[in-house]
Each structure stands twice: as structure tokens, then as C-alpha cells.
């Protein structure tokens, strides 16, 4: 998993609750980076893993929601650092149609040893998709908190639900309905 989405875990986690927080979590988990990450290295995704479960144990919020809350706000740090993704799609279906034939594509170009998960999309009507994910990471609900961002970037206002297709979370389809 690439650092940026580490450094930004812990800054959000501190902007939340404060670097006692950060200090607990990376003291309490045996981290094989001790903690230190840099936005351009690449770490075991177990970390995340283990960062979560701590604060989700500590804040007593449910590891999805957790996951939801950090998507949404890793996405102002993609909407400043990668603009030209945001400014090739007129609006939010075309931008997560984009996330597989554009997007991935280039992020691939800049880090070769990324392991992205996977999007499927099905537009059904102007106003329906389907997306479905797929990583063995299992983090759906990170997905939907980037999802819910999209659609507020764009301007535009959508229902998503979320059904998960195993249960372990490896395969979940959002079905997408813009209102």
C-alpha cells in the first residue's frame, strides 16, 4: 500500500484526535515500519489493518465507518494533487468510469509496485451504474467514502447502496442512482 495513504491515515487521525492518538496507535501496534512512513514508499497493507483496528477499538467506531470517514478525506488530497484526473470527466459517472481506463493507468505509470483494486462499472441508464470492486483488502467502505466525495465534487447528488457480493468485503457493488 503506498505511504500517501498512510501519512494521510495519521494526519486525519490527528486532526480528529489529536497526536496522543497517533502516538497510541503506532505505539500499540507492532508495526514491522515502526510507524514511519513516507507518501512515496510502499508498506504492508496489514499495517492499515492493524492502525484501524486500534482506532476503531479506541474511538469505538465501527471499522467501515472509519474507513467511509477516511475516504472522503483522502479525496481533497487527490482533488489537490491529481486535478487533471478530476478535469478529464464532465461529471461524476464519467469519473468513476475513468478509474480503470485512465486513472489507474497513470498512477500505474508513477509507481509500477502500486497494487490498486480493481472497478468494474455498468451504466444502465444517465442516472444508474453499477460499480462493483474488487481487492483482497477488503476496503469497500474506503471506496464509498471516495465515491460520495466524487459526486459532491461534481455537484450532483446521488443514493448509493452497497451490497457485498463475499463476505468477506473482497467484492462489494455499489449501485448508484443519481437523484
Known amino acids: 500500500m503506498k505511504g500517501i495513504v498512510f501519512t494521510e ?68 488530497t487527490f482533488e489537490k494533487g491529481y486535478p487533471n484526473f478530476f478535469k478529464a470527466a464532465n461529471n461524476a459517472f464519467d469519473f468513476l468510469e475513468s478509474i480503470e481506463k485512465y486513472i489507474h493507468v497513470e498512477v500505474r505509470k508513477l509507481y509500477p509496485d502500486a497494487q490498486l483494486p480493481k472497478f468494474k462499472t455498468h451504466r444502465l441508464s444517465d442516472n444508474l451504474l453499477e460499480m462493483t470492486y474488487y481487492s483482497d483488502r477488503s476496503m469497500g467502505s474506503f471506496a464509498l467514502g471516495l465515491m460520495e466525495k466524487t459526486f459532491e465534487h461534481y455537484g450532483e447528488h446521488a443514493t448509493i447502496t452497497t451490497e457485498y457480493l463475499k463476505s468477506n468485503g473482497s467484492e462489494v457493488k455499489f449501485t448508484i442512482q443519481k437523484i
Not at 39 to 58: N, P
Request: aromatic content about 10%; overall charge negative; charged content about 20%.
Open 9 to 76: 491515515f495519521l494526519e486525519m487521525v490527528e486532526n480528529a484526535h489529536g497526536y496522543e492518538m497517533v502516538d497510541q496507535l503506532i505505539t500499540e501496534n507492532e508495526l514491522p515500519s515502526k510507524g514511519i512512513y513516507t507518501s512515496i514508499g510502499t508498506y504492508d497493507h496489514t499495517e492499515m489493518v492493524s492502525l484501524v483496528t486500534t482506532l476503531s477499538t479506541k474511538t469505538e467506531t465501527p471499522v467501515p465507518d472509519l474507513l467511509q470517514t477516511f475516504g472522503q478525506y483522502l479525496f481533497g
